[in-house]
C-alpha cells in the first residue's frame, strides 16, 4: 500500500470510531457550531495582507516527528502577531501529531481565518470541523472523487465553512475549476511519492482561470518564492514546515514577514 493508501484506509476506521463516540446532536452543541465563520478567501485576497497561511503541525508521515512538543496556543498567537493572514491546523492524531484539542485551542485564541487540515472522507467530518471552530476545510482531489467533492462543498457552504480544494496535478486541476470551491490549491508535493516540486504551482496555474483564488502548498522557503509565486498569480502560501522546524515557529515566521516588506 502507498502512504496515502495506508492513511485513507486508517482514517476511515477512525471516523467510524468518532462517529460512535460524538454523534451529530452532540457535535451541534458546540459552542462554535453556531458561530459565524471569518472568510478565508477575503483575508487571502486582501491586498492589506501578505496572504500566508501558516500551519501548525508536529509530524508528518514523510518526515516523522517536526516539533513534536509545539504549543498550540503559543505558536498560532505568534503566527497572527507576525502579520499572517490565516492559520492552517493538521487535526490528524495518528500521523500527524495532533492533539484533540488543538484547533479549538488555536480558535479560542485567534480571531483570524483558520483552515481545518485532516483527511477529509466522510460528511461527518465537516460538520465536526464547524463543532471544532474551523472556518474552512481541506478536501483533496486525489483522495475524493469529483461528485463527492462537490457534495462535501455544498455541505461545508451550508454550514458558513468555506473549502479549499488541493490539487496536483493537470486532470485534479481542471476539474477544480468548475468544482464551485472558494479556493483552490495547488500541492507542490505530490502526495504518491513525496517529492516536492515548487515549479509545479506555477506551471499547473496557467490552466486556472485568473478570477480563481490560487493558493501554493509545500516546499515554500523563502520570500523569494513567495514573490515569484504572487507574480505567477498566487494569492495565498500554505507554509508549515519551514515554520515548524525551528524552535520558535513564530520567531521564523517573524523573520519571513520582514523579508516580504522589505
Do not use: W
Not at 10 to 36: C, M, N, Q, T
Not at 124 to 138: R, T
Amino acid at each position: 500500500m502507498s502512504i496515502l493508501e495506508t492513511i485513507k484506509a486508517h482514517k476511515i476506521k477512525e471516523v467510524a470510531e468518532r462517529k460512535s463516540l460524538y454523534p451529530l446532536p452532540l457535535l451541534e452543541k458546540s459552542i462554535y457550531f453556531g458561530s459565524p465563520c471569518v472568510s478565508l478567501k477575503q483575508y487571502i485576497t486582501d491586498p492589506e495582507r501578505t496572504g500566508i497561511i501558516a500551519e501548525f503541525k508536529r509530524k508528518s508521515p514523510s518526515k516523522g516527528d517536526i516539533n513534536k512538543y509545539a504549543n498550540v496556543e503559543e505558536v498560532t498567537l505568534g503566527y497572527m502577531q507576525a502579520g499572517v493572514s490565516a492559520l492552517s491546523v493538521l487535526t490528524d492524531t495518528h500521523f500527524f501529531g495532533a492533539k484533540p484539542d488543538d484547533l479549538p485551542t488555536a480558535r479560542k485564541f485567534n480571531y483570524c481565518p483558520i483552515l481545518r487540515k485532516d483527511f477529509i472522507l466522510d460528511a461527518y467530518q465537516i460538520y465536526e470541523s464547524k463543532s471544532m471552530g474551523a472556518d474552512a476545510i481541506l478536501l483533496i482531489a486525489k483522495m475524493l472523487d469529483e461528485k463527492t467533492i462537490i457534495e462535501f462543498r455544498e455541505i461545508a457552504q451550508k454550514l458558513g465553512m468555506e473549502v479549499l480544494l488541493e490539487t496536483q496535478n493537470e486532470e485534479e486541476v481542471k476539474m477544480a475549476a468548475n468544482s464551485g470551491a472558494d479556493l483552490v490549491g495547488i500541492n507542490n508535493r505530490d502526495l504518491s511519492t513525496f517529492d516536492v516540486d515548487v515549479e509545479n504551482s506555477m506551471r499547473l496555474a496557467e490552466l486556472l482561470p485568473k478570477s480563481m483564488v490560487k493558493v501554493a502548498e509545500s516546499g515554500i522557503e523563502s520570500a523569494a518564492t513567495i514573490k515569484l509565486l504572487k507574480a505567477n498569480g498566487f494569492d495565498g502560501f500554505l507554509i508549515g514546515e519551514y515554520f515548524m522546524r525551528h524552535s520558535n515557529p513564530a520567531a521564523k515566521c517573524s523573520q519571513l514577514m520582514k523579508e516580504l516588506r522589505r
